[in-house]
């Protein structure tokens, strides 16, 4: 009999914590998505740092529950909210460092055109203590202008990453996953920019879409998949995406929202998510999957705080296609890594 898996725990590369939880107590109407935006600026502008530390702290308890050690969420610093979310995530970054490691990301998420007095804000986010940033590259009528400023807020701030919600209406005229690569080059940034969603490389020509995937792959250029997204656009091309040599890392993406209603924080049920959506049943295709789940950084910062937690997450499961079957919730303990294969590698 094979031993049941052990893992040091899964990484969670993007959700928006700060707005998540708003639904329940807000009921979930089926409406254009920019109906629903604003609802969800109307529920931000009553936020209370309180009221947004109890929520986010609801979904991490669950994301511990089930074995997450890594959560990269983006906050919203706008106008609107202001920096209450910066603040009341920094703490729970704080509370829960011993068993989580959160990074925030001020995050653009109304975009300059409407609301230009975010930008000194995001200056501000980053200065509180915030590691990345992030932008929108179809939030504003000039994607192209918005990337450029995005970058020199982070130059400006020494920020160590950024982050772009990437051609999320997956409209081929939105395509400017090839120019944030090639911006990312010009200004000496490989591997510290992650590029969320990638809709539009679904809908370009086959051509189109492998030029750009070598683009991504050159600049080192990571991409993020959410696999819930499919409930209102496509999923990128992530096959592709890998045979080009690009690092593909998971998110759960908002939970409990006018956008994504549902969401345990299992990191397993959005893999499993994205293994039925784009088949990934190969065994080879599943041990991908369930590489950029537990992959963890073998240098710097986040290294150092991963490393230090003295626990494991063990489950049940004795093959990773029963894991990915299952889902399980992991029990937590203090016994040595004794998993075979699959994670000796890390
Ligand atoms: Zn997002």
């Given at each position: 009999?094979?031993?049941?898996?052990?893992?040091k725990g899964l990484m969670n590369y993007h959700a928006h914590i700060d707005k998540g939880g708003i639904v329940p107590p807000f009921v979930y109407r089926d409406a254009p998505a920019s109906e629903r935006a604003a609802w969800t600026r109307e529920a931000k502008a009553s936020f209370t740092v309180e009221d947004i530390k109890?929520?986010?702290?609801?979904?991490?308890?669950?994301?511990?529950?089930?074995?997450t050690v890594y959560l990269r969420t983006h906050v919203d610093v706008d106008p609107i909210v202001g920096l209450k979310g910066m603040e009341a995530i920094l703490e729970l970054r704080e509370i829960y460092k011993d068993r989580i490691?959160?990074?925030?990301?001020?995050?653009?998420?109304?975009?300059?055109?409407?609301?230009?007095?975010?930008?000194?804000?995001?200056?501000?986010?980053?200065?509180?203590?915030?590691?990345?940033?992030?932008?929108h590259t179809t939030m504003d009528q000039d994607g192209k202008q918005h990337i450029t400023k995005i970058f020199e807020i982070a130059e400006a701030e020494n920020a160590e990453f950024i982050e772009f919600h990437t051609d999320e209406t997956g409209k081929e005229e939105h395509f400017l996953q090839p120019f944030l690569a090639e911006h990312t080059i010009q200004r000496g940034w490989q591997g510290r920019v992650t590029a969320i969603?990638?809709?539009?490389?679904?809908?370009?020509?086959?051509?189109?879409?492998?030029?750009?995937?070598?683009?991504?792959?050159?600049?080192d250029v990571k991409v993020t998949i959410c696999p819930t997204a499919i409930a209102t656009r496509s999923l990128t091309r992530v096959k592709?995406?890998?045979?080009?040599?690009?690092?593909?890392?998971?998110?759960?993406d908002n939970i409990g929202d006018f956008f994504n209603p549902f969401g345990s924080g299992n990191m397993l049920h959005y893999a499993q998510m994205l293994a039925y959506i784009l088949r990934f049943y190969e065994p080879k295709e599943v041990e991908t999957i369930m590489d950029a789940l537990i992959s963890q950084p073998v240098?710097?910062?986040?290294?150092?705080?991963?490393?230090?937690?003295?626990?494991?997450?063990?489950?049940?499961?004795?093959?990773?296609?029963?894991?990915?079957?299952h889902a399980e919730a992991p029990e937590r303990c203090r016994e040595i890594l004794t998993s075979p294969d699959l994670l000796a590698r890390r």
């Open positions: 009999m094979s031993n049941p898996i052990t893992i109890a929520r986010a702290s609801a979904i991490i308890e669950n994301m511990i529950r089930y074995g490691a959160i990074d925030a990301v001020a995050f653009a998420q109304e975009g300059f055109d409407r609301f230009p007095e975010s930008e000194g804000l995001l200056h501000e986010a980053l200065r509180m203590g915030a590691h990345g940033i992030g932008g969603h990638c809709s539009s490389l679904a809908n370009v020509s086959e051509a189109a879409a492998q030029l750009a995937a070598k683009l991504t792959a050159k600049a592709m995406l890998l045979q080009e040599g690009v690092q593909i890392r998971l998110g759960s240098e710097g910062r986040l290294h150092t705080a991963l490393s230090s937690y003295d626990f494991t997450y063990k489950y049940k499961a004795s093959s990773i296609y029963e894991l990915l079957t």
